[in-house]
């Protein structure tokens, strides 16, 4: 079974920085791109960052553009998620999943992801 892991949420203080962590295990990174997205209770999933399969492509949401950097290791099937000049809008619940069927980093469409983790908390306190 394919299940995607995050961690490396914290509790931290506006303008402090953190790296999630998705662990992939039994699924391969070369084939599929993969996003973070957070969440916050009654609001939709928001996309974060993407990153290609291969070509090198990323996507960032307006918000973050600047401050968090999307990276992968092939190696150990990790997507990382590094987050700097962390603010409290940042806030929520970060989950990683793949994109089922795009192998480009695009502006994420929620639905056409699969096998989101179960999420790891970001909170950033003023």
């Known amino acids: 079974q394919v299940m995607f892991v995050e961690s490396g949420g914290d509790l931290v203080q506006s303008g402090d920085s953190l790296r999630l962590s998705c662990a992939v295990p039994?699924?391969?990174?070369?084939?599929?791109?993969t996003g973070w997205f957070r969440q916050t209770p009654g609001e939709e999933r928001e996309g974060v960052a993407v990153i290609g399969a291969t070509d090198g492509s990323t996507y960032y949401a307006d918000s973050v553009k600047g401050r968090f950097t999307i990276s992968k290791d092939s190696a150990t099937n990790t997507v990382y998620l590094q987050m700097n000049s962390l603010k409290p809008d940042d806030t929520g619940v970060y989950y990683c999943?793949?994109?089922?069927?795009?192998?480009?980093?695009?502006?994420?469409?929620?639905?056409?992801?699969?096998?989101w983790g179960q999420g790891t908390q970001v909170t950033v306190s003023s």
């Open positions: 039994g699924f391969s990174l070369q084939y599929y791109a």
């Open positions: 999943a793949a994109n089922l069927l795009r192998t480009r980093a695009t502006a994420p469409i929620n639905h056409e992801f699969a096998y």
